[in-house]
Nanobody, 123 residues
Framework: QLQLVESGGGSVQAGGSLTLSCAAP????????MAWFRQAPGKEREGVAI???????TYADSVKGRFTISKDNAKNTLYLQMTSLKPQDTAMYYCAADSPWVCALLVDRFRYWGQGTQVTVSS
């Protein structure tokens, strides 16, 4: 079973910043499609950002210009830098991975998920 472990969540005030990390097995970060999703209470899980095997990146409109997805193949880690945070960014954030051949920012395209890390933004 592929294990993804998120970290870096916390509580910040609006306008603040956080960086999330997702640790993965050695070959995953460099070869798989990887993404960040989030789920707020009472809402469906939604895509935040995706990075393809060769580095192509797509963001949800709601986070464009504020969030940056990146990966460090040497450290086997996926990142999500979040700036100018808003209360509506409050959610559990999940790292996801799957085959590079089905890379799309859709929940049902990913088989492997982390346990999530909570981000809370207060006004």
């Amino acid at each position: 079973q592929l294990q993804l472990v998120e970290s870096g969540g916390g509580s910040v005030q609006a306008g603040g910043s956080l960086t999330l990390s997702c640790a993965a097995p050695g070959y995953i970060v460099s070869t798989y499609c990887m993404a960040w999703f989030r789920q707020a209470p009472g809402k469906e899980r939604e895509g935040v950002a995706i990075i393809e095997r060769l580095g192509n990146i797509t963001y949800a409109d709601s986070v464009k210009g504020r969030f940056t997805i990146s990966k460090d193949n040497a450290k086997n880690t996926l990142y999500l830098q979040m700036t100018s945070l808003k209360p509506q960014d409050t959610a559990m954030y999940y790292c996801a991975a799957d085959s590079p051949w089905v890379c799309a920012l859709l929940v049902d395209r990913f088989r492997y998920w982390g346990q999530g890390t909570q981000v809370t933004v207060s006004s």
